[in-house]
């Protein structure tokens, strides 16, 4: 089909390059720490003021109409839409999420929201015969936070979370309430409910984010299609010995729980090594000891496992792999081991007929059709709730993201802006 996916009556239409990247510049500028990452967190001022930026830039370069939901999830729009001239069609609806974790990227989230904005722009100047009007978001708190809160925004969107659960979130170091931050950001947190969308709202969403992976940097490719988000399982695991003096007990009267909890880190471990859990990604992130003094055998110990797969089967085998190994190691050690489950969220596919005009869209400008699994979690899993959805991942050079040393190529960027612009010019005409 070759670049022919771009043709319509305004010919083949083509992004600013220059421009995206110079608003990402810009972007980058708000909450940028000494050392090059991005301080950026939920209700920041930082993200006060790039919020009021992009709400500007929206407004005064696109000519879009800006609202902000309950939740400060900020929506751009097309502005007197001659609703005949659509045919009373959905809206298809990009965008990301502008905040950042702590010494983060500037990358991760904002990339998506800026590439959402110049396809928007593009096809805007182009006068593109759309058959469906388009959409920004900016999602309110994506990245975890001092609320205690992540992909906030859309969990109400999608109703995963309503008032009740809004109420309950304060910052863990101010003590400030998170209604009282979403007011500042310009929602209103005493009417959450009022931002649940019904299912269908939207014909599809769309998502470009980096991959956060060195998948793409590895093979040289620029972009993929995301087939499915990451399911995501996590317990706490409790190791009970029996704390002891450190210079007068024997090996053979010692119940170590430390120890122990070796052996469970390295069996955890030990999952990412089996070949028939290809795919599978398995963390032991936090480690609690006590009593935790130098002169006392460890008498407790608190670990925390994250195990990712978008497999169930292959989670349901990590899982009893390793409740053999803990079974062996408590019998042999002389301790008792106890897991207490924390979260365990199903793995969202993305739409297929998004995916296929995603991978006729790259192989239109010279890709592979590939697609890739997203391990970490993202916006799109709850919007997929509601709409056809789907992401396009972009290469992370070096796989590096959440740290400064975040980064992707001005090439990788353009072409997955390109494919970003044809995807919507395919769904446009497919999408009923």
Known sequence: MGNN??????GKIEINARRLMERLETLAQFGQNNHGGMDRPLGSIADEASRQWLQSCWQNELGLEVTLDAMANM???QKDINIEAFKHKKPIVMGSHSDTVPD??????ALGVLMATEVVQTLLENKAALQHPLQLINFTGEEPNDYGVSTLGSKVLCGRWGQKEIDSFSHSVTGEPLTKALARLGGAPENVESARLPEGFAAAFLECHIEQGRHLYDSHQAVAAVSAITGIYRETIVVKGEANHAGTTLYKHRRDALAAAAEVILAVEDLLK??????VAV????VEVSPNASNIIPGEVRLSLDLRTADPQKRQEALLILGSSIAYIAKRRGVEIKRNLQLNQSEIPMDA?????MCEAAAGRSNPARQLVSMAGHDAANMARLVPAGMLFVQSTGGYSHCPKEHTRKEEITIAAQVLLDTVLLLDRRLS
């Open 353 to 357: 007929e998004v995916i296929a005009a």
């Open 104 to 109: 983060g990227g500037k990358y991760d989230g």
């Open 5 to 10: 996916i771009v043709q319509g009556t305004a």
């Open 274 to 279: 089996k070949p028939q859990l290809e795919g």
């Open 75 to 77: 929506w751009g729009s």
């Open 283 to 286: 963390t032991v992130g936090h």
